[in-house]
């Protein structure tokens, strides 16, 4: 089955620079890549997902990038603010979502 | 649409006893899904149903798990007996269909405290 690797588990960030969380992959066969934010107390919430058929894709300060080959895919958050502190998890699906461990995002005043 | 509901917030029960936890889906999704979360294991799917049928429990723990669907917009996960080591955080989502690309919505959550 899918199996997902998602680093580093803990990332500190000075507000304003920007962050960057790296996930792997195993089945190639996967062709859906959402990527979910938790707030404390809170469920996972998607914040943008990406198809197999692209290779990047933006909203305003969040991006992702994905390579099939490598089958490696990234989140980049830039100019972070103090409300992007929360946990991040990456995730691939084919039919069902499998989820990464997720990363404890900090943002530094 | 009040998002998807989850009942009890907060369970604090004794090793052996019952426990069952509640979850109403989004009006209009047709899949649903149970999760555990740990910090030692993260998020992890235990089941999930389409159209209120069960597709797939393999990430059911033990015996002592069990879900339910009667309705479209009912679902219970129960642990009996409950043991301390299952306690954790277990959230309820909904989605559209199972297709891939279906945004999955998640509930606040149920804290299940096992003494």
């Known amino acids: 089955g899918e199996n997902v690797e998602q680093h580093p588990s803990t990332l500190s960030v000075q507000e304003g620079d920007s962050a960057v969380i790296k996930c792997t992959y195993s089945d190639s066969a996967s062709n859906y890549f959402p990527w979910y934010k938790q707030e404390l107390g809170k469920g996972p919430q998607l914040i943008i997902d990406i198809r197999s058929n692209v290779g990047e894709k933006k909203d305003q300060r969040i991006a992702v990038t994905l390579n099939k080959t490598a089958k490696h895919f990234s989140l980049h958050i830039t100019e972070t603010q103090p409300e992007d502190s929360a946990v991040y998890f990456c995730?691939?699906?084919?039919?069902?979502?499998?989820f990464g461990k997720g990363t404890r995002l900090h943002i530094l005043p | 649409d009040a998002g998807v509901i989850q009942s009890p917030r907060h369970e604090v029960t004794e090793m052996g006893q019952e426990v069952t936890l509640r979850c109403k889906p989004i009006s209009g999704h047709n899949s649903l899904f149970w999760y555990r979360q740990t910090m030692m294991r993260g998020l992890e799917l235990l089941i999930y149903?389409?159209?209120?049928?069960?597709?797939?429990d393999s990430g059911m723990p033990e015996d002592r798990f069990s879900a339910k669907m009667p309705n479209a917009s009912f679902s219970t996960l129960k642990i009996q007996p409950s043991e301390p080591r299952d306690s954790a955080v277990y959230f309820c989502?909904?989605?559209?269909?199972?297709?891939?690309?279906?945004?999955?919505?998640f509930g606040p959550g149920t804290r299940l405290t096992v003494t």
């Open positions: 995730a691939a699906s084919l039919d069902k979502i499998i």
């Open positions: 149903f389409n159209n209120n049928v069960p597709i797939d």
């Open positions: 989502a909904s989605s559209l269909s199972l297709a891939a690309g279906n945004e999955q919505y």
